[in-house]
């Protein structure tokens, strides 16, 4: 058990330029969900995976927005024409119907700062 | 609509100063309510689950409860590195996931 990794840590782009994170859940883990979180607030929901099925979308989500799990292991955000508001941090956490307490486990997140 | 309210936002304690951070809520149906730690830069740690009212959960120095409308997370004789934000989030029946949805946190900071 490696845990959950995300990559890149940090980013820093232009407005404007499309960006892309990857997120690795630990292995056989079926369940993947992308979190949103700013300073100073709880990560919020913005997306869910059960194997490569995307079964619900925030309204945090808009159109710029979009995710994947081509294969059922590892997923991608990516954001089309950022912009300044979609700075924060992304995490990415996985979870298994076999576990007893339902818990989700997070990585370390990826840093977005849009100039 | 689900919510969840931690209280205080902040809070600071002497090293071995016992204090509670609480986790208000309302969900149309709880499945779990999570208490998860997070340093500055990091990602959330999973600390407990808890299913029902009256339920109970240790870990070395932390302890969860809860009620049916809130949660506590007891600290006793605090530690410099218990120092974190603590998050609380629910999950409700409702839906087809099992989301996660989280509090602002509260920010603890132990002085030695």
């Known amino acids: 058990d490696t845990g959950v990794s995300q990559d890149p840590r940090h980013k820093i782009t232009k407005r404007g330029q499309n960006v892309t994170f990857r997120c690795d859940p630990i292995s056989e883990h079926n369940r993947l969900y992308w979190y949103r979180q700013t300073l100073g607030q709880g990560p919020e929901f913005l997306t869910y995976f059960q194997n490569e099925a995307q079964l619900e979308k925030s309204r945090l989500l808009s159109d710029r927005f979009s995710a994947e799990r081509p294969k059922g292991s590892f997923s991608t955000l990516e954001i089309q024409r950022t912009e300044q508001g979609d700075s924060a941090m992304y995490l990415c956490?996985?979870?298994?119907?076999?576990?007893?307490?339902?818990?989700?486990?997070f990585g370390p997140g990826t840093r977005l700062t849009v100039l | 609509e689900d919510q969840v309210t931690q209280s205080p936002e902040a809070l600071r304690l002497q090293e071995g100063e016992s204090s509670s951070l609480n986790c208000s809520y309302t969900v149309s149906g709880l499945r779990g309510l999570f208490w998860y730690r997070q340093d500055p830069g990091k990602g959330p740690e999973f600390l407990f689950t808890?299913?029902?009212a009256g339920e109970e959960k240790e870990k070395e120095r932390l302890k969860a409860t809860l009620t049916k409308k809130e949660s506590f997370l007891h600290i006793t004789a605090p530690k410099p590195e218990d120092s974190a934000t603590y998050l609380c989030?629910?999950?409700?029946?409702?839906?087809?996931?099992?989301?996660?949805?989280f509090g602002t946190g509260t920010l603890l900071a132990v002085q030695p």
């Open positions: 808890l299913y029902s």
């Open positions: 989030a629910v999950q409700n029946y409702g839906g087809a996931t099992n989301k996660l949805i």
């Open positions: 956490a996985s979870s298994t119907r076999r576990s007893s307490y339902n818990e989700q486990f």
